[in-house]
Every structure is written in C-alpha cells, then in structure tokens.
C-alpha cells in the first residue's frame, strides 16, 4: 500500500527540541521531493520545509530557519524533521507530504502527528 | 512572500447546488512553460487534506468531475456544480511557484 507514517509528535518544553519521523511504503521513496506542512490547531496550512530525492537540496520556510532540520534516509525510506529550540508558536499538527510531480503537487500526506510545545 | 487570498471564508451550501471559491494571489503565477502553480486541497474533518486540482485546472485522480479549477495570472476559482455531502471540509488554494510555498486562508464548506 502506498502510504506515509508520520510519527514522533508529543509534548515538549520551550526551548526543547523533538525529532519527527515519517515512513514511506508503496513506492520508490528516493525518486520525489518530500515535504512537511503543519496545522496550528483551530488555523490553515503552511509550508515547513522541502528535500529533494537525493538529500542534496533542502529549504525552510523562515520561521524555522536555523532551528528545524529535514533530512532523509532513502535506506530506510524514511524522512525526518529534527525540530530545536521550540517555541509555542510550533504547536501544530505536523504532515509529511510527497511532491507527486516535482512541482509541490502534494498527492500523498500522512496522517499527522501533533507537537505540542509548553510549560 | 506571495500572498494568497481565498474568499468567502465560509460558504453555507445546499447539496445539489453549485459552490464557487475564489483564490486570488500577490503576483501572478504563470510559469513561462504556461502552466499556473496553483493548486487546490480540501482538507476533509478527520482526515488529512487531499489534492483536487493542480496546474490551475487539472484533476487529480479519482477526483470526481464535479470539481472544476479555472483561472490564470493572479485569479482563480474552484467550482463544484453539484455539492454533496461528502465535500464538506476546508478548502485551500496554495501557489508553488516560489518559496515560501504559501497557502490560501481557507474557504469552510458546510451543508446549509
């Protein structure tokens, strides 16, 4: 079945940090650019951070930018967000997404996984 | 950073009539290949959110023909012409052709 498995969400501290994980299973995992896009509880969509299938190319939206790190392991067909230095303002529900045509058409995300960030 | 505005922010609909949402972005996103980086997700309760339309007017697979996406440049609608049940949920306009990849407000779809 082709499927993403995000995990690793949970209840952290400010200041703290947590590593996401999601698993990918049905399809050649290397071959597409992988994203992560979050949902503050209650509010829209927003782009996180993108890698490209080899891992050679990353970007990050700003607000996380020099705090949050995505990599992948095509090995293990796995991708991860390391995310440091939380703040309350990175409470949210966390999808992994795949670019299903190299162009951020978003044809398969995960369930979801929720970071919640507080004292 | 591109600036997407959807509109309405609520839109109340009767199952069997049409619904129209309106995306409207900061700057123009036709590609010069000719393709708009506009797409469109509905984010159903429950679930996570699913692609509808892409390129401006393309749907995605297994995407019932009700939806319709149209539109180039900097103004874009969705359309459904005949609401059901089942298209309930949040609907949102994202542009992919600069980073930040930035998403429209949403648009709640709710059966009246």
């Not at chain 2, 309106?22 to 997700?41: A, F, I, K, V």
């Not at chain 2, 679930?47 to 297994?62: D, K």
């Not at chain 2, 319709?68 to 542009?95: H, N, P, W």
Request: charged share 15%; glycine share 12%.
């Amino acid at each position: 079945e082709v499927q993403l498995v995000d995990s690793g969400g949970g209840s952290v501290q400010p200041g703290g940090s947590l590593r996401l994980s999601c698993a990918a299973s049905g399809f050649t995992f290397s071959s597409y650019w992988m994203h992560w896009v979050r949902q503050i509880p209650g509010k829209g969509l927003v782009w996180v951070s993108r890698i490209k299938g080899d891992g050679n190319t990353t970007t990050y939206a700003d607000s996380v930018k020099g705090r949050f790190t995505i990599h992948r392991d095509n090995a293990k067909n796995t991708l991860y967000l390391q995310m440091n230095s939380l703040g309350a303002d990175d409470t949210a529900v966390y999808y992994c997404v795949r670019d299903g045509r190299g162009d951020s058409v978003f044809d398969l995300w995960g369930r979801g996984t929720l970071v919640t960030v507080s004292s | 950073d591109i600036v997407m505005t959807q509109s309405p922010l609520s839109l109340p609909v009767t199952p069997g009539e049409p619904a129209s949402i309106s995306c409207r972005s900061s700057q123009s996103l036709l590609h010069s290949n000719g393709y708009n980086y506009l797409h469109w997700y509905l984010h159903k309760p429950g679930q996570s959110p699913q692609v509808l339309i892409y390129s401006g007017s393309y749907r995605a697979s297994g995407v019932p023909d009700r939806f319709s996406g149209s539109g180039s440049g900097t103004d874009f609608t969705l359309k459904i012409s005949r609401v059901e049940a089942e298209d309930v949920g949040v609907y949102y306009c994202m542009q992919a052709l600069h980073i930040p990849l930035t998403f429209g407000g949403g648009t709640k779809v709710e059966i009246k």
